[in-house]
């Protein structure tokens, strides 16, 4: 089993960054691919960037790239996901994502089998 857990969230102005952090646990000497959703009120959970297991190769939603960024370090069992440029239309629940049994299809949410909380982004105007 493994355990998910976000962190880094918070309110910020728009234009400004945040950095959300999560931490993978109960992985033993696996590095699984991993990704970041999020979800507003009322809507569906989207897709927002993942990370192949290496690390090699990353993948984004069009509405974030040249803003947002993901990356690993597999010493810590850690992903980041490092937000610029924030707009209001970024305010949600972010959530990250572990693909362990689960498919390759890296952009929909089905495709991965754990999930942590959840962390909120509030961006002001």
């Known amino acids: 089993q493994v355990q998910l857990v976000e962190s880094g969230g918070g309110l910020v102005q728009a234009g400004g960054s945040l950095r959300l952090s999560c931490v993978a646990s109960g992985v033993t000497g696996t590095r699984l691919p991993m990704g970041w959703f999020r979800q507003s009120p009322g809507k569906e959970r989207d897709f927002v960037a993942a990370i192949t297991w290496s690390g090699d190769n990353t993948y984004y939603a069009d509405s974030v790239k040249g803003r947002f960024t993901i990356s690993r370090d597999g010493a810590k069992n850690t992903v980041y996901l490092v937000m610029n440029n924030l707009k209001p239309g970024d305010t949600a629940v972010y959530y990250c994502?572990?693909?362990?049994?689960?498919?390759?299809?890296?952009?929909?949410?089905?495709?991965?089998?754990?999930w942590g909380q959840g962390t909120q982004v509030t961006v002001s105007s």
């Open positions: 994502a572990a693909i362990q049994y689960g498919g390759h299809n890296y952009f929909a949410a089905n495709a991965y089998d754990y």
